[in-house]
């Protein structure tokens, strides 16, 4: 606990209060965040990002000696644009509670600050997976969507029509989904899962399938075949939806891109007119997706 000299209020902001102030990033710092575990995180200068689908080649062409080299137009397809938001947060502290030395109240807001900044960015980010299923993005369908349009015609699905529940039949049915994902000339891209994302409350179902040395719903010794998929597992506390799971591939695969504009920071100064001091906090940041492809889930089944 932090103390400071009785009768000597000023060292309190000379000395006591940076430390305080320490308290709010040592907090910070205490959780594990999934951001970095499923988005590509990158650098901002600027209040808005946008990015633009492009049409991938078609297969190189045979040609005749001396024929010329056939091109291809770039068809442009959907934008993306990310305009950062501002999250801040403050609270105050009395005169009196500085001079009654009530550090524990101090502690648990200057700690709690952190806490709630930590909180709004891994729910923010959650939303991409939670509201993956609903909520229309870029191209006009959702995240994960039975019917996300090709630039060069067609369509491509990342989720099921019928969901299934995580199970081994449900997981090799999801990763043979990702496996067929092609580009938008429709060729495969050959994209494999490296991570399997879920609610807390499948984590002893996840171990059982990934990691046991057999297979695990059957008696007799057979392999565990999902061990040749080298596929990771996360449990991550902030996905709502306790049957839906997701599979993704190497993050750089992906189009979930969390675009850090100012990283959390708190500031705290004396109040001249109350006696006591004020604090305040914040941090710039959007968290989206511009691409689908990469990522498969399934809502499960009710």
């Given at each position: 606990?932090?103390?400071?000299?009785?009768?000597?209020?000023?060292?309190?902001?000379?000395?006591?209060?940076?430390?305080?102030?320490?308290?709010?990033?040592?907090?910070?710092?205490?959780?594990?965040?999934?951001?970095?575990?499923?988005?590509?995180?990158?650098?901002?200068?600027?209040?808005?990002?946008?990015?633009?689908?492009?049409?991938?080649?078609?297969?190189?062409?045979?040609?005749?000696?001396?024929?010329?080299?056939?091109?291809?137009?770039?068809?442009?397809?959907?934008?993306?644009?990310?305009?950062v938001n501002t999250y801040k947060l403050g609270f105050q502290m009395s005169e009196e509670m500085v001079e009654d030395d009530r550090y524990q109240e101090m502690e648990?807001?200057?700690?709690?600050?952190?806490?709630?900044?930590?909180?709004?960015?891994?729910?923010?980010?959650?939303?991409?997976?939670?509201?993956?299923?609903?909520?229309?993005?870029?191209?006009?369908?959702?995240?994960?969507?039975?019917?996300?349009?090709?630039?060069?015609?067609?369509?491509?699905?990342?989720?099921?029509?019928?969901?299934?529940?995580?199970?081994?039949?449900?997981?090799?049915?999801?990763?043979?989904?990702?496996?067929?994902?092609?580009?938008?000339?429709?060729?495969?891209?050959?994209?494999?899962?490296?991570?399997?994302?879920?609610?807390?409350?499948?984590?002893?179902?996840?171990?059982?399938?990934?990691?046991?040395?057999?297979?695990?719903?059957?008696?007799?010794?057979?392999?565990?075949?999902?061990?040749?998929?080298?596929?990771?597992?996360?449990?991550?506390?902030?996905?709502?939806?306790?049957?839906?799971?997701?599979?993704?591939?190497?993050?750089?695969?992906?189009?979930?891109?969390?675009?850090?504009?100012?990283?959390?920071?708190?500031?705290?100064?004396?109040?001249?007119?109350?006696?006591?001091?004020?604090?305040k906090s914040r941090q710039r940041f959007v968290i989206d997706f511009d691409a689908w492809r990469g990522m498969v889930a399934s809502p499960g089944t009710t």
């Open positions: 606990m932090v103390m400071i000299r009785p009768n000597r209020r000023n060292t309190f902001f000379e000395d006591a209060l940076p430390a305080l102030e320490a308290l709010s990033y040592e907090e910070w710092e205490t959780y594990p965040s999934m951001i970095d575990q499923f988005f590509n995180k990158v650098p901002c200068k600027r209040e808005m990002i946008q990015y633009s689908s492009l049409s991938d080649l078609p297969p190189a062409q045979q040609t005749g000696e001396n024929e010329d080299t056939p091109y291809v137009d770039v068809n442009e397809g959907y934008k993306k644009t990310y305009i648990k807001y200057h700690r709690g600050l952190g806490r709630s900044h930590f909180q709004t960015r891994e729910t923010i980010a959650a939303a991409v997976f939670n509201n993956g299923f609903t909520s229309n993005g870029y191209d006009g369908v959702p995240l994960f969507s039975t019917a996300h349009p090709l630039i060069e015609g067609g369509t491509d699905a990342n989720t099921l029509t019928d969901g299934v529940n995580l199970s081994r039949d449900g997981l090799r049915t999801m990763i043979r989904l990702m496996e067929s994902t092609v580009d938008e000339q429709g060729y495969p891209l050959m994209i494999k899962p490296e991570k399997l994302i879920i609610h807390g409350d499948n984590e002893y179902v996840a171990y059982e399938l990934l990691q046991s040395p057999g297979d695990a719903e059957s008696a007799n010794l057979k392999t565990n075949a999902f061990n040749m998929k080298n596929l990771k597992w996360y449990s991550w506390q902030y996905l709502t939806d306790e049957n839906a799971f997701y599979l993704q591939a190497a993050t750089k695969r992906t189009g979930l891109k969390f675009i850090d504009r100012i990283p959390f920071s708190s500031e705290a100064g004396r109040d001249f007119d109350s006696g006591g001091y004020k604090v």
